[in-house]
């Protein structure tokens, strides 16, 4: 399947991109043909685990998730038409019996607060609760945390565990805190990490913007309480972040310079 540009109905509404600047994550759940997803399944099993980076070669069906319309526009609304797929990417096997793991921000401990790096968790089967779902913790890209400590957090009021359909591909903000968790299962968990690179700082919207209506929402969304509901005076830091972001998004901020973010993550 050759990538064309998406077309406007898979582009992310004002709401979407907003709810993404909020929480962190967004999933997309693609239409794929009949007896998609179980290649992809069968595929993996005769790869196995240790392919690294060499999973798409390994499977090069894997190709066509990415390249899917709704997958894309979610990423060219998120990271702007010319995003790339960086060379980085693994499948992760959860086997039966796992354990889970500590919460962490991937890569190194260098945050940003624009969207420069998505991590794009693609599930082949269905992942019900017990089968090892990765966790996520809504809103937390905008926290900044120092990672011996993070990994000794347990349960977090308002956590999520991705306990989706086969097929679903979950993108999250670079820095959103997850882990895996215990597959009690007899099957193993499979899930394709592939990730995402922003080339340049936003000029101009690249999702369906409606100036009509997006004053209203972004108003909404900016002030929206993620997590656990009680006063914290993380949300009136969250939600200046929040502004600077969508402000940035717009592409009415060019004062932090094209790859400044990408070099600290490489
Ligand atoms: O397997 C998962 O659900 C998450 C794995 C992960 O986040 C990691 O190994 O960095
Ligand atoms: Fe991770």
């Not at 399947?1 to 999933?27: K, T």
């Not at 309480?225 to 005076?233: E, F, I, K, T």
Request: hydrophobic share 35%; net charge negative; charged share 20%.
């Amino acid at each position: 399947m050759i990538p064309s540009e998406p077309a406007a109905e898979h582009l992310l509404s004002d709401d979407e991109v907003l709810r993404f600047i909020s929480h962190g994550y967004h999933l997309v759940v693609p239409t794929f043909r009949e007896g998609f997803n179980e290649s992809i399944c069968e595929s993996i099993g005769e790869a196995g685990d240790g392919t690294g980076n060499g999973i798409l070669e390994a499977v090069p069906l894997l190709q066509d998730v990415y390249n899917h319309p709704a997958v894309r526009g979610a990423l060219v609304s998120l990271l702007g038409a010319d995003y790339v797929m960086n060379g980085h990417r693994h499948l992760h096997i959860n086997s039966p019996g796992s354990r889970s793991q500590g919460w962490h921000q991937d890569g190194t401990n260098v945050r940003h607060h624009q969207i420069w790096c998505l991590l794009g968790m693609y599930y082949p089967h269905d992942v019900v609760a017990e089968r090892g779902p990765t966790m996520i913790m809504p809103g937390t890209h905008l926290r900044n945390a120092p990672t011996d400590r993070l990994q000794t957090y347990t349960n977090i009021d308002g956590q999520i565990p991705l306990a989706v359909k086969a097929g679903t591909v979950a993108l999250t903000h670079y820095d959103l805190w997850h882990a895996a968790t215990l597959n009690r299962t007899e099957h193993p968990r499979y899930m394709l990490k592939f990730l995402f690179d922003r080339q340049a700082v936003p000029s101009a919207p690249s999702w369906a913007y409606d100036a009509e209506t997006v004053d209203q929402v972004s108003a909404r969304r900016i002030r929206e309480q993620v997590g656990p509901q009680g006063y914290s005076s993380d949300y009136y830091k969250e939600w200046e972040l929040r502004t600077e972001m969508w402000q940035w998004m717009l592409g009415h901020d060019s004062s932090v310079p094209a790859g400044a973010f990408k070099d600290m993550l490489s």
